[in-house]
């Protein structure tokens, strides 16, 4: 297959094409009750983040609900404003039962402070859950009762997250950040305390908070590593939505064409990471990116975010100016005709991706093991076989990606602590 920057006129209209034979997956309405949040809207003073974490942590349940109540925005200011080393020193300077009582009575702060620790996080999450599925409830009462038509259009989201959230409740999704307010969301497999390696698994285009709630979810990649992992080298891992993702549209300046969708996520993955380092100080990462999501880690090293391995899987690699970070290992696999050979490796602007995945300087080649039939018959035909193609290296099923779970999977334990990677 010819490659994009040697015809990037004809290469940009077969992606458009390409991303116009799939639906779109929209994400939760976000007049879900669930997200909610009212501590993110700043309108009064508070404190400095010194003064408040010191505050809160010598306050009992009450006090801690009391302070929440009369500064609405302390919450948001925390969130942005505190450095994952400042929150994880303030919560291992609390005792056991001190931070049981936030974990109830502020579950918000805690289940989205990075450098928190992840067990409490994800408790902290399941409290929030707790809250917000009460509201799902209340709105599919009014719902079923008439009272809101507005709702109408939104009863298979409500449905959809009433049935996560339940799961959350129940303990079976480790939820380690839910944020659908800002199109960001993260799921924890595995268990943290005996973890050896650390994997991120970064959906691309078309990801959204929904994509985790569907029978086939975007965690079933990190969900099958996290089942799978060497015994030797468990790991624990994550799959990170860190903001809203292109989505498909006939429309090039608003689909995945647009690097600026994807760059921008970069600096909030960024900070997940920074967060991740500080919780878990010593683990080596893996960081796997499909599609546009190869454009987010790109991105988040700009912003100083620090990978042993980085994984493009079906990628569209990186923007103009682009260059590796020494003491990263950068593999690639890519399908021979993978849709995203349309038009990685061509930029205009803020259009495409000037550095094709398999251009990184001293990037490995990964053979993702697909039996493939050369592309023939109609365009539409030849696009649904690369959208195929390009879809399986984002799957957990070891019938369809073996090759490629296997190879990370092998990559993951050769990173175990000790090993030397």
Do not use: C
């Amino acid at each position: 297959m010819m490659r994009a920057n040697a015809h990037p006129t004809a290469a940009l209209a077969a992606a458009v094409m390409a991303f116009a034979l799939v639906a779109p997956v929209a994400p939760v309405s976000e007049a879900s009750a669930a997200t909610t949040v009212p501590d993110h809207h700043v309108h009064t003073a508070v404190p400095s983040v010194p003064a408040a974490l010191a505050e809160l942590a010598s306050l009992d349940r009450a006090g801690i609900a009391d302070l929440l109540e009369r500064t609405p925005g302390l919450i948001a200011t925390l969130l942005t404003r505190t450095s994952a080393g400042e929150a994880a020193a303030w919560w291992t300077g609390m005792d056991v039962a001190h931070r049981a009582d936030l974990i109830r009575t502020a579950p918000l702060l805690v289940g989205s402070l990075d450098g928190i620790d992840a067990v409490d996080r994800v408790r902290a999450n399941r409290y929030a859950a707790r809250t917000r599925l009460a509201r799902v409830d209340e709105r599919l009462q009014r719902l079923t009762r008439g009272d809101d038509e507005d709702d109408a259009a939104q009863l298979g989201d409500l449905l959809l997250e009433r049935r996560y959230l339940t799961r959350v409740v129940a303990g079976d999704v480790h939820l380690y950040l839910y944020a659908p307010e800002r199109g960001a969301m993260i799921e924890m497999a595995g268990d943290p305390s005996t973890a050896a390696g650390i994997l991120l698994v970064v959906p691309g285009t078309n990801a959204s908070v929904r994509s985790f709630m569907v029978d086939d979810p975007v965690t079933s990649f990190a969900d099958w590593q996290a089942a799978n992992a060497d015994p030797s080298s468990p790991i624990v891992a994550f799959t990170v939505l860190a903001a809203p993702m292109p989505q498909i549209s006939l429309d090039v300046v608003a689909g995945p064409q647009n690097n600026t969708i994807a760059t921008a996520a970069g600096a909030d993955y960024a900070r997940i990471v920074k967060g991740i380092d500080v919780a878990f100080p010593g683990l080596p990462t893996l960081s796997y990116e499909h599609s546009a999501g190869s454009q987010v880690g790109s991105a988040a090293e700009v912003h100083g975010a620090r990978f042993d391995v980085r994984f493009l899987a079906g990628g569209v690699g990186a923007t103009d100016g682009y260059q590796p970070v020494a003491g990263t290992a950068y593999y690639a696999a890519q399908a021979a005709e993978d849709v995203n050979r349309y038009y990685a490796g061509f930029q205009v602007g803020d259009i495409g991706y000037g550095v094709g995945p398999e251009e990184i300087p001293g990037v490995v080649i990964v053979d993702p093991g697909y039996t493939e039939e050369q592309a023939t018959g109609s365009v539409g035909a030849m696009l649904m076989q690369g959208l195929d193609l390009h879809n399986r290296l984002f799957s957990g099923d070891g019938r369809t990606n073996g090759t490629v779970l296997k190879d990370v999977r092998l990559l993951l334990a050769s990173l175990a602590r000790g090993s030397g990677g």
